[in-house]
């Protein structure tokens, strides 16, 4: 362990507000664009304090998003190698995205952390306004945070969904039932890619008039519906040969994902395959990092139960819950699918 693993743990909110203002300032974009560039031009574009400007530089260096340089009289500051490749491989307005709900919501919700964990459950979620038990309640009746959400949420699932949209396992299915599907981020990708393919949104009804009009706008009415229910309490829709959970189980507590997947193979057709697609962590529980940071959130705010699960454990409940012909396959930034055969 680098000793600074310690100092970066005891002060990671300020790490973060260094980092969200990298976002918000403009400056990893104008250094991703731009390359190394000297100090007075940076101080210019972002129109910020000399004193602000010098600490968020500083801090950033010495965290290792951004290099400094002196030379030719000036200091010069470019991304760091791995800041350049982390922007290369998922655009960076896609990070900024997930960035905004942390510094928006997640930040300040994360003030009882250790009071979530004792009490299991997610105490953080009293300090975001409005009613409801779970963050996705909430945000029913509360458009800005919605939006906030589905930003953030497009974001996460187009880290690999470009790859599944693009997998074969579709081939062999007619009508896919996306589950928890909102705004329809994987099932608009996976319709795109298959164009025999139909898919069904079922999500809350706040966040199905939300997927409605990103149907719309990509002209994809005629083979993507929406259908408004609460899947713990309400009917899937019958007729579906494939299942799909993105982002789901994550949410979820072990029982209730057992629950889930055996509704979901008392209502496919014989033959029909249900999906699991997310985040998974390693095997050993080492990791990866963004992961296990992740579960946090899980805890404290989002549900007060889920966490990102191994895939050993899924494929188990795939098992218990009667489903055969098991498969996982690996995906970008963690992410796995994993299926069951009716
Ligand atoms: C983490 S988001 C995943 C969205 C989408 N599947 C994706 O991967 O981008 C979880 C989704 O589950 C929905 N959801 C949460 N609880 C629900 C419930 N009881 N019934 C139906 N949908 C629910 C939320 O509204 C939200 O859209």
């Known amino acids: 362990m680098s000793k600074d693993a310690f100092f970066i743990s005891g002060l ?36 910020l304090p000399e004193n602000s400007l010098t600490i968020i530089l500083m801090g950033l260096v010495s965290l290792s998003l951004l290099q400094r340089e002196e030379r030719d009289g000036g200091i010069f500051y470019g991304l760091s190698t791995d800041m350049k490749d982390i922007f290369d491989s998922f655009p960076i307005e896609k990070w900024y995205a997930i960035a905004r709900l942390h510094y928006f919501v997640i930040y300040d919700a994360l003030c009882c952390g250790f009071e979530s964990f004792k009490a299991g ?27 906030l959400f589905y930003g953030f949420m497009q974001a996460i699932s187009d880290m690999a969904n470009k790859e599944l949209a693009a997998s074969g396992v579709w081939d062999e299915v007619n009508v896919l039932l996306d589950v928890g599907g909102g705004n329809g981020a994987n099932a608009i990708a996976i319709a ?3 164009p025999h393919i139909k898919v069904i949104i079922y999500d809350l009804p706040a966040t199905c008039e939300k997927a409605k009009e990103v149907i719309e706008k990509e002209g994809l009415a005629d083979r993507v519906s929406v259908f408004s229910g609460d899947f713990f309490k ?7 040969d494939g299942i799909l959970f993105a982002h789901i189980m994550t949410i979820w507590s072990q029982e209730k994902n057992l629950f889930l997947l055996k509704k979901a193979f008392d ?13 998974v962590s390693k095997d050993d529980e080492t990791g990866p990092l963004m992961c296990t ?18 895939k050993g454990e899924y ?28």
Do not use: C
Not at 267 to 279: H, I
Not at 293 to 310: C, D, H, Q, T, W
């Open 192 to 194: 795109k890619h298959h």
């Open 234 to 240: 309400d009917e899937f829709p019958s007729g579906v």
């Open 267 to 279: 209502s496919l057709t014989p033959g029909g395959r249900a999906f699991v697609f997310n985040m």
């Open 121 to 147: 459950k997610n105490l953080g979620l009293s300090r975001i306004p409005g009613e409801g038990v779970t963050l996705y309640e909430k945000f029913q009746n509360n458009e800005t945070l919605r939006n």
């Open 293 to 310: 940071l992740s579960n946090v959130y899980f805890l404290a705010i989002a549900s007060g139960e889920g966490m990102i699960y191994k």
């Open 315 to 342: 494929l188990k409940w795939f098992e218990e819950s009667g489903f055969s012909a098991l498969e996982s396959l690996d995906f970008p930034f963690y992410h796995a699918l994993l299926s069951g055969k009716k």
């Open 12 to 47: 990671g909110h300020m790490a973060f507000q260094l980092a969200w203002a990298g976002f918000e300032s403009g400056l990893f974009s104008l250094l991703y664009h731009n390359g190394w560039t000297e100090k007075n031009k940076i101080k210019d574009e972002l129109e």
